[in-house]
């Protein structure tokens, strides 16, 4: 078993997530690309990252599937990459959305959310919990973490 920074456990979900999201600037490249952009250039006028640590961070959210990268051309330009969402990228936004509330509720700014969710089709306000198999919200504090026993891989 390999020994990482992040713990003995090759087998913790919460570890393994963050060998691919817990560089600085990784999860602000993802809530770029959750907002649409796509170009080198964009995320670094947006963010103000330097260009080689923003071009690791690409590297590393393209190596681990949360990025596609693809060339295109805009005419007269030269080749350039953009980088698209995967699956895996989308599926990100639940954890920016549940570390947005969690940033509302506990270090909130005084002047209120900056980014409301809303369902599409109804315009309802939406917000992250536990939800069991049945629809039914269960508070935060009547969740109780289980370990379950490692399984064989498949």
Partial sequence: MTTSVLGKDPLCPVARSLEVLGEKWTILVVREALAGVTRFSDFQQRLGVAKDVLAARLSTLVE????EKRSYRAEGERERSEYLLTDAGRDLGLVLASMAQWSDRHRPTGFGPVVEHRETATNDTLHIAFVT???REVAPDAVE??????RSPR
């Fill in 64 to 67: 681990f599937d949360v990025l």
């Fill in 133 to 135: 198999s049945g629809g």
């Fill in 145 to 150: 973490r289980v370990t379950v026993p490692a």
